[in-house]
């Protein structure tokens, strides 16, 4: 058994908190996915786990046994950096043999299991080779191989594409999925990058600000996001956040007030006690539709055209009340345009001025 457990888990650096209070549950076999921007406590949470940080408070198990108290090597687990941290004076074999010698593993079990591990991420050419031989895919693949060499009841991952450009992160996340489908070890994996996420994960683990927010799957997560910041982390171009004022509310619907005066409908289930407060209404850039008399829009800033997929961005980048809206691969825009948009009630999501998000009515 690999499930791992933090039940109150606690860190705090002097009188900051790095980690409030956390419960989590990983299933046996489960690729979990933490994904926050910088500073929001992922890393934290990895790293105690793994027994790289004492916690303030709380408990660690790992296959139903409590290892708070235990050294890393005594946990079962196995860490793959962002830096490598391979050996530049040993060869391929000898970085992947390096935990096994360590462990005083028999010479002939070290050898097949090097080879083993090397035929499982395509490194059998290499083995000969230096770290400095290596591209940035194959050092990547290396600090793998080392890690999963002691076949380890849990594998750890701590931003391990964030050293790499973007066609060999997509190369590399093709070969994490591949590698967690062949060996179902139980892997927790953290990024700030939520299309990895996205395409990783059984289930994604949003944090901010210390504190967990919301755990589902991912698709889960994109279709009813608990808090704004859920929404804002899941969804590539982000959701679109504009301020309004509740106007109007009924069992299946609520009508907002834009800051230019124009209003939207959105089929959310708001309380009558919440018409003239301040709100946050969402909506993703896919959702929005070219209309004339919509009440979105503004002049085109800038225009991307990414093969299938076009986005214009309107009014100024981050600017409140900006928006960024998906058209057709075959549209044609002109910078300076002005361009306006309908929202659907039933894609749209409006978030109460503490940042969490009024129930949706399913049409």
């Known amino acids: 058994m690999s499930s791992v457990a933090v039940q109150g888990l606690t860190r705090s650096f002097g009188t900051a908190p790095a980690l409030e209070p956390t419960d989590l549950s990983i299933a046996d076999g489960e690729f979990v996915v933490i994904v926050g921007p910088s500073g929001c406590g992922k890393s934290t949470l990895l790293r105690l786990i793994a027994g790289l940080e004492t916690p303030t408070a709380g ?53 097949a299991k090097v080879a083993q591990v090397a035929s ?110 859920v929404a804002e982390a899941i969804g590539s171009p982000a959701m679109n956040m504009l301020p309004v004022q509740v106007s109007r509310t009924g069992a299946t619907e609520a009508v907002v007030t834009l800051s230019d005066g124009a209003e939207c409908a959105v089929a959310a289930q708001v309380p009558g006690t919440a018409v003239g407060t301040s709100a946050t209404l969402g909506v993703r850039p896919e959702h929005l539709r070219p209309d004339p ?34 058209l057709p691969s075959d549209r044609h825009v002109t910078l300076g345009e002005t361009i306006r948009f309908r929202v659907d009630p039933a894609h749209a999501f409006l978030f109460a001025d503490d940042g969490t998000a009024w129930p949706r009515v399913s049409p």
């Open 59 to 111: 408990r660690v198990t790992i296959g139903g046994h409590d290892v708070t108290a235990l050294e890393p090597a005594k946990r079962g687990i196995a860490m793959v950096f962002q830096s490598y941290a391979l050996y530049p004076h040993l060869t391929v074999a000898e970085n992947i043999a390096f935990p096994l010698r360590m462990a005083k593993r028999p010479p002939g079990e070290i050898v």
């Open 120 to 229: 499982l991420l395509e490194l059998d050419s290499l083995l000969d080779r230096r770290p400095r031989a290596l591209s940035g895919g194959q050092r990547q693949r290396v600090s793998i191989g080392r890690a999963i060499v002691r076949d380890p009841a849990v594998l750890l991952l701590d931003e391990p594409l964030s050293n790499l450009d973007t066609g060999l992160r997509v190369r590399m996340r093709h070969e994490f999925a591949r590698l967690h489908q062949r060996l179902g070890t139980t892997m927790i994996y953290v990024t700030h990058d939520q299309i990895e996420a996205m395409t990783l994960a059984n289930r994604i683990v949003v944090m901010s600000h210390g504190r967990v927010e919301q755990v589902g799957a991912p698709l889960d997560l994109y279709r009813a996001p608990a808090t704004i910041r």
């Open 293 to 326: 008399d919509g009440p979105l829009g503004g002049a085109v800033e800038l225009f991307e055209r990414l093969g299938p997929l076009s986005f214009a961005h309107l009014g100024e980048a981050g600017a409140r009340g900006s928006v960024v809206a998906q």
